[in-house]
């Protein structure tokens, strides 16, 4: 992979990357490792209309680099991470109904909510997902299964029009790669910058309403 501007990394691209995963220090960051970062169906916990899941700005993390002085190595921090619910995009999981009245919805095609991540400079999308399931949760996860069924319903409130989505409960999170300054330093030099979107094994209905 050469040094350069990387966009938004989905589907099968996302893959390959993730079989990148760090072995958990500086110094062996991008060190295959079995862990294929899928969830299943099976593996996911249902929790349905989480009002106060989603953050509303990014919320700042404070991180310290390895203590790596003496030999070259590199590392990752993730800098900020805001609570997110991950949609599922395709047709059969997003629903409009009202005014009023009871919503009574499901799941009617399956799929797969991918790890997304963007930024500039040399990075890898496993490392970057092995370092946010150290720092913001272990049930974050590279990708996550979607099955029909889900079946859910909700009320809605006189005069306004509900709207409910399926997806993963997930983050938003901003992260930097750094390049140790080698000799008795023990700074970091940044060498990549970016953004992504991870879902988790937390996964459910995401309910809102509006006036029309």
């Known amino acids: 992979m050469g040094i350069g501007s990387r966009r938004v990394v ?20 991008e060190s295959p490792v079995g862990d294929t970062n899928t969830t299943t169906a099976d593996q996911t916990t249902e929790i349905n209309d989480r009002q106060d899941w ?20 590199t590392w990752y921090t993730i800098t900020s991470k805001k609570s997110y619910h991950v949609p599922s995009w395709w047709n ?39 370092k946010a399931k150290t720092t913001i949760s272990v049930k974050v996860a590279g990708s996550v299964t979607i099955t029909t069924g889900h079946e859910y319903s909700h009320d809605v409130n006189r005069n306004k029009y509900g709207h409910l989505q399926y997806g993963s409960w997930g983050y938003k999170i901003n992260w930097k790669r750094y390049r140790s300054a080698g000799g008795r330093s023990c700074g970091g030099v940044e060498i990549a910058h970016g953004s992504a979107t991870v879902p988790t094994t937390e996964t459910g209905w995401k309910y809102w309403e509006t006036s029309s």
Do not use: H, R, W
Not at 11 to 27: D, E, P, R, Y
């Open 92 to 130: 059969g999981t997003k629903y409009k109904d009202g005014p009023g009245g009871t919503m009574k919805v499901s799941v009617t095609k399956g799929g797969t909510i991918t790890l997304e991540v963007g930024g500039s400079g040399e990075f890898s999308a496993g490392a970057i997902l092995a």
């Open 54 to 73: 989603e953050d509303a700005a990014d919320q700042p993390l404070e991180e310290t680099g390895p203590a790596v002085c003496d030999n070259p190595s």
């Open 10 to 29: 989905t589907g099968a691209a996302t893959a390959l990357l993730l079989c990148f995963v760090t072995a958990g220090t500086a110094t062996a960051e």
